[in-house]
């Protein structure tokens, strides 16, 4: 089906779906098969070589899978898409890919846990120059990345402080020196932001957050220039951190309502953010949307929604946060995002546990920081569970 005139909401739903009804089902079904068999050897050969279309093996490729790296390959309006087992084996993939001993990357102090943790511990002992950059300061990123680099990393808004860095502006600071670009876009989703019409070269999407949506599959995703994703899916074909048919049937049913969700918390949050702004008990609030973030101008030119994550330090110290999210009711305390349902923690035990005390100061993580990932529910019940909550403080 041709989707290049869609809108994304009805490109979510109907991308990818389709080739593989079988006696008419509506739904694109569930291939649980490990191989896929042929009659005539002529054409195994030739869907084994590549030459012709088909399926082989699913640690290459398989049917629910291709429907769902179909779904981003529309929605990011990318050349090409591929699928990994879970978001860390997207990125992972992805630098390991193109990060060779002698190579150099420049990114960001603020990236994902997991991903500084890469850079931090495991890309310099395969001799990887990485350089870290504080994470709002663009000309600083400028000149690093003059020096010359291979791969430009980026994460925006970032987690857990939501801090927006300005795509367009470093991709054509890395074109002049021949980088790759790769941004990181599970905060902000493809309903709200498009960082290959940025000027990056691939986007990638840890598909366990907001595209899932409901919390019960894992998955990532990359989408972006055909010869770079090729590249990345040639690597993960051979270590094999492939993405299953199951979970890619939730994680693309999953999909079919994103727009919705994500209209939905991009509203809630920002009424959310509001709120908590105004009240006494609050020091700080952390959320693009707000005309006081630092980030707001270059979310206003680079998103159309400023999405449904936000955090907030409470007045006091890690006992009011303590007595704080166990007194909220409308809220799962876990790791994670991106849910149907409003999930909270703080970083020390969510996104950044990985890291030491001393590390997430200096990344400026106060002790008293929430992450408050929006869910569907009614925004009025929670801000009333919100006010509850702080009125014990
Ligand atoms: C969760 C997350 C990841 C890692 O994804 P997993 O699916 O948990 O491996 C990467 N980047 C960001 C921004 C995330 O929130």
Redesign the pocket.
């Known amino acids: 089906m041709d989707l290049s005139n869609s809108k994304k909401g009805t490109a979510a739903v109907w991308a990818g779906e389709g080739d593989l009804n079988t006696k008419g089902a509506a739904t694109s079904p569930i291939v649980n098969s490990v191989a896929f068999s042929y009659h005539d050897l002529d054409e195994w050969h030739e869907v084994s070589l590549g030459k012709s279309d088909g399926f082989i093996y699913s640690r290459n490729t398989n049917p629910t899978v291709a429907v769902l790296e179909e779904k981003i390959r529309v929605l990011e309006s990318a050349e090409a898409a591929t699928s990994f087992a ?4 997207a ?1 992972s993939n992805v630098l390991f890919t193109f990060l060779t001993a002698g190579k150099r990357v420049v990114s960001l102090k603020d990236t ?1 846990g ?2 500084s943790k890469l850079f931090l511990d495991f890309l310099p002992k395969y001799n990887v120059e990485v350089t870290l950059c504080d994470t709002t300061d663009h000309d600083a990123i400028e000149i690093e990345v003059a020096k010359g680099c291979d791969l430009l990393y980026l ?1 925006t808004p970032t ?1 857990p402080t939501l801090k927006v860095v300005d795509i367009k502006r470093l991709a054509a600071a890395a074109k002049k020196v021949g980088a790759v670009v790769v941004v ?1 876009n ?2 902000a989703t493809p309903i709200n932001q498009n960082p290959l019409e940025l000027g990056a070269d691939l986007v ?1 999407h ?4 907001f595209l899932c949506g409901h919390s019960d599959a ?3 995703l990359i989408a972006g220039k055909k010869e770079l994703v090729q590249k990345v899916f040639h690597f993960r074909e051979i270590n094999g951190a492939s993405l299953q048919a199951d979970p890619a049937y939730m994680i693309a049913r999953g999909m079919k309502t994103l727009e919705l969700r994500i209209e939905r918390q991009n509203s809630s949050a920002l009424k959310i953010a509001h709120y908590l702004q105004a009240h006494p008990k609050v020091k700080a609030v952390y959320y693009p949307g707000l005309a006081s973030h630092p980030g707001h101008q270059i979310a206003k030119e680079q998103m159309r929604g400023f999405g449904g994550i936000m955090s907030f330090a409470l007045e006091g110290g890690y006992d009011n946060v303590k007595k704080f999210l166990t007194t909220l009711k409308l809220v799962h305390l876990a790791a ?2 991106g849910s149907v349902s409003t999930l909270a923690g703080p970083p020390r035990t969510t ?1 950044h546990v990985e890291l030491t005390e001393e590390q997430r100061m200096m990344l400026g993580i106060p002790e008293s920081l929430i992450r408050y990932s929006v869910g569907i529910e009614n925004v009025d019940d929670l801000i009333q569970d919100l006010e509850q909550a702080l009125a014990t403080l």
């Open positions: 879970t978001g860390m084996a990125i994902y997991g991903t994460e987690n990181d599970t905060f990638i840890s598909a366990t957050k894992m998955g990532g994670s995002l996104s």
